[in-house]
Every structure is written in C-alpha cells, then in structure tokens.
C-alpha cells in the first residue's frame, strides 16, 4: 500500500474535482465491469464529501483509516468526510456509487437527510451487509435515482431527494440493526454541537473549557451533559478525535512524529509522544511499527 512522503500533502478530493464521481453537490455512477481512471485513489486521499457504494461483486481491497476491506458481493459500504481512504490495485467495479457533499445537505429540502444515523456514521461504520430483500429494495431505489440524475427536468431534485430520503432511511435502519451500540441523538443536543466543535476545532483546541465558551455553556454544565448524553467524559471526546487523526496520519503518511504532534496543536514531539501512549498503550514509533506489518 502506497503512503505519503513527508514533504507531501494528503491529497483531499472536492465531489466536483474527484476523478471518479465527477459531480457537483450529488453525484451517481454505475459500473459495469469498467476500470475507471484511479491513479491518484492508489494514494491515501480524504474525500470532502459523503460516498456510498452497493458492490454488486467483490473481491476489490481497499481502507478506510486503519481498517481493510475485501469487499464483498452485494454488500454496502459507506465513507464520509475526512477518512483517510486508498485503494491497493484498480480492479474492475461491479456496482453503484452515489455521493453528496454538505453542501447538498444544506439544500432546505435536505436537511433531515443529514440527521440520518447512516449518514451522521457515529460508530465510523464502513460496511452493511444485506439479505435477498435488502438488496432488491436498494437496487431498486438506486435504478430509480439513476434514472432521475440522467434525465434533467423541474421535478428532478425533488424526486432524487425522495427516493434517496427513503433509501438511506432503509438503510439507517440496517445500521442501527447491526451496530447495536448506536443510541438516536437529538440533532439540537449538546453533545452533537459539541461532536461538531471538536470536529471543526480538535487541532486548536484541547480543552474542555474552551469549548464550552465556544457553546455559551458553563465547563461544569458540559461536562455533565456530555457524560450523561454519551456515557463518556467530555475531555475524552477531544481525546479521541486526536488519537484518531494521529492513528491516520502515522499509517498513511511518513511524516515525522515531530510534524504529526506539531499539526495536532503539540509544541513538542515528546509530549505528543507521551498523550498518545497515554491514550493508546504504545508509543506513536510502535504503533506505527505495528500497523505496517498489517500489509507487508
């Protein structure tokens, strides 16, 4: 698997400029047996936008942050914004892809499509598995949003929403069914702005009272609704999301753990090095050691 040199930048693809989706807010493409132009996706990338694909055959490789896939027949697999992904061999592709970004989101007809458990992703899902029945409904769903993106008119987004608001309900309810420590949230709670602040901030700011003055709300207050909303410490939050960026960035890039504890907020590699083993067990050099040997 192909990683990032130090003097590089992990490359993020917008929906518009993505060599493969080639779209604007929305996006859907079929494949059938083709073998798209995917050199630059033999790289870990990020993607600015959500992507879902129903493999209708498998056997394709790829990653998703830390975790490999083979990818499976008849089998849904979904990545949102900022995972790191790459793909080891650019096989043929058997399947349907559809992607939209926050902007589609935002779209006032759209706006209950982002509340949605499959498309907020809380337990950083990438796989579903479907029965007979799951996947005639979600080929079925996708024939109809295809058909509607190729064929431009007054009613076109509004169908598109329609259909794809009753695909992913569907499927939200798969996630919930197979990740079982999924809890609903209210999209106005406090733990989602504060999910949302840490994601917008957590190379900044490392503190629980910062964000709090971020939310108008008092440390205290946080702490305690954050804890009884999530079953978590509210610092743990923070935590997590720099473990997570500093796993991504130690397994697919050769930057330095100076340059890795300096673009997480750290003004010293020493002590970047001590959080992560605090957090992790082992050292961000084991750690990176150990996940290699994964591929090799």
Same mark, same amino acid.
């Given at each position: 698997?192909?990683?990032?040199?130090?003097?590089?930048?992990?490359?993020?693809?917008?929906?518009?400029?993505?060599p493969?989706?080639?779209?604007?807010?929305?996006?859907?493409?079929?494949?059938? $047996?083709?073998?798209?132009?995917?050199?630059?996706?033999?790289?870990?990338?990020?993607?600015?936008?959500?992507?879902?694909?129903?493999?209708?055959?498998?056997?394709?490789?790829?990653?998703?942050?830390?975790?490999s896939?083979?990818?499976?027949?008849?089998?849904?697999?979904?990545?949102?914004?900022?995972?790191?992904?790459?793909?080891?061999?650019?096989?043929?592709?058997?399947?349907?892809?559809?992607?939209?970004?926050?902007?589609?989101?935002?779209?006032?007809d759209?706006?209950?499509?982002?509340r949605l458990?499959?498309?907020?992703?809380?337990?950083?899902?990438?796989?579903?598995?479907?029965?007979?029945?799951?996947?005639?409904?979600?080929?079925?769903?996708?024939?109809?949003?295809?058909?509607?993106?190729?064929?431009?008119?007054?009613w076109?987004?509004?169908?598109?929403?329609?259909?794809?608001?009753?695909?992913?309900?569907?499927?939200?309810?798969?996630?919930?069914?197979?990740?079982?420590?999924?809890?609903?949230?209210?999209?106005?709670?406090?733990?989602?702005?504060?999910?949302?602040?840490?994601?917008?901030?957590f190379?900044?700011?490392?503190?629980?009272?910062?964000?709090?003055?971020?939310?108008?709300v008092?440390?205290?207050?946080?702490?305690?609704?954050?804890?009884?909303?999530? $079953?978590k410490?509210?610092?743990?939050?923070?935590?997590?999301?720099?473990?997570?960026?500093?796993?991504?960035?130690?397994?697919?890039?050769?930057?330095?753990?100076?340059?890795? $504890?300096?673009?997480?907020?750290?003004?010293?590699?020493?002590?970047?090095?001590?959080?992560?083993?605090?957090?992790? $067990?082992?050292?961000?050099a084991?750690?990176?050691?150990?996940?290699?040997?994964?591929?090799?």
């Open positions: 698997m192909n990683t990032i040199k130090n003097n590089q930048d992990v490359p993020v693809f917008s929906l518009e400029h993505d493969v989706m080639k779209g604007k807010l929305f996006s859907i493409k079929q494949f059938e $047996g083709v073998r798209p132009h995917q050199s630059e996706l033999l790289v870990p990338h990020r993607k600015d936008y959500y992507l879902f694909v129903f493999a209708r055959r498998g056997g394709a490789r790829f990653w998703a942050d830390m975790a896939y083979e990818t499976k027949d008849n089998t849904f697999y979904l990545m949102g914004p900022n995972q790191v992904i790459v793909k080891e061999e650019p096989k043929c592709m058997w399947g349907t892809a559809l992607a939209f970004d926050k902007q589609f989101l935002a779209l006032h759209n706006d209950s499509l982002a458990p499959i498309v907020r992703n809380e337990q950083n899902a990438n796989e579903l598995i479907l029965s007979e029945a799951d996947i005639t409904f979600t080929e079925d769903m996708l024939a109809k949003i295809l058909k509607e993106y190729s064929e431009p008119g007054e076109q987004q509004r169908m598109i929403t329609a259909y794809l608001m009753l695909l992913l309900t569907y499927l939200s309810r798969l996630y919930s069914e197979q990740y079982e420590n999924f809890t609903p949230a209210n999209d106005k709670s406090l733990l989602k702005k504060y999910q949302t602040a840490i994601e917008e901030n190379r900044e700011i490392h503190q629980v009272s910062e964000y709090a003055a971020l939310l108008y008092s440390p205290g207050h946080l702490r305690d609704v954050i804890k009884a909303q999530s $079953g410490p509210a610092i743990a939050h923070i935590q997590e999301r720099m473990v997570l960026e500093a796993r991504r960035m130690l397994f697919h890039t050769e930057y330095s753990l100076k340059e890795i $504890g300096f673009d997480l907020g750290f003004s010293d590699a020493s002590y970047f090095s001590r959080f992560f083993k605090r957090e992790t $067990g082992v050292t961000p084991e750690y990176r050691a150990l996940t290699r040997e994964m591929y090799q």
